[in-house]
């Protein structure tokens, strides 16, 4: 199964989780919604981290443009998180068709911030246009052991979403 991955901290509670399933994974990191770039860069470092800690073979679609993204998605209140979510979700579906694999999930499922109605709509919408199956299960119960492995294994954590607007939310809400 493709794993799309988010950031390290999610990943590293995600990962052993689907494994303890049975799955076989690779991981997949696509996220151009992130901002700034510096901050792309640290959450690919953390993927990238988590990765090596537990032996993920990890592909990287490193193609940051936030301009695209902009255009893509957009500012627009309510259904931006859905339209971003449902945009990596597509991305990971091609991928998952690309590599061979006959489903793909995300780690965005472990955590208590995502919409994950947008999330399991999203994956699904992608699977039904791709040909590949979604898998989804809610997993935010694991949220705390996230965030402990991120601690113990040095993994960058972020404070943010990570578009513009979710930074200037998290701002703007103090």
Sequence with gaps: MLLHICCGPCAAATIPAWRERGADLLGFFYNPNIHPLLEYRRRLSGARDVAQITGLPLVEDADYDPQRWFADVGCAEGSRCARCIAQRLERAAKQAVDEGYEAFSTTLSV??????????DGGERAARLLGVDFVYEDLRALYPGARRLSREWGIYRQKYCGCLVSEWERYRAT
């Design 111 to 120: 955590s208590p911030w995502q919409d994950q109605e947008a999330v399991r």
